[in-house]
């Protein structure tokens, strides 16, 4: 069973940055960070397949958001510059062996870290 854990979430100020991390047990996995805003359903904002060689992003976060991995170091990362108030929410990365065509879909996940809060606040 694949293990994901993610960190670097907290409170940040409007326009502020901040880098999430996604730790996996193992690499050959293309990962995806969604964003979970309070009452409303995970949405998927970036993905990266499992070499790193295809990124994506959702139209809300191009731009500001960028997505890396270290495959050394079995981690997934999302710089998040420019931070907005409506980025606040919980950010989880999950994982599939391909999905590059419905990576959005929380249906074409099949592994789940247990998620990291952000709030974008002044």
């Known amino acids: 069973q694949l293990q994901l854990v993610e960190s670097g979430g907290g409170l940040v100020q409007p326009g502020g940055s901040l880098r999430l991390s996604c730790a996996t047990s193992g690499w050959a996995y293309a990962i995806t960070w969604f964003h979970q805003a309070p009452g409303k359903e995970r949405e998927g904002v970036s993905y990266?397949?499992?070499?790193?060689?295809?990124?994506d992003y959702a139209d809300s976060v191009k731009g500001r958001f960028t997505i890396s991995r270290d495959n050394d170091k079995n981690t997934v990362y999302l710089q998040m510059n420019s931070l907005r108030p409506d980025d606040t929410g919980v950010y989880y990365c999950?994982?599939?062996?391909?999905?590059?065509?419905?990576?959005?879909?929380?249906?074409?996940?099949?592994?789940w870290g247990q998620g990291t809060q952000v709030t974008v606040s002044s």
């Open positions: 999950a994982a599939c062996r391909q999905c590059a065509a419905n990576w959005r879909r929380t249906s074409a996940q099949g592994h």
């Open positions: 990266i397949s499992s070499y790193g060689g295809n990124t």
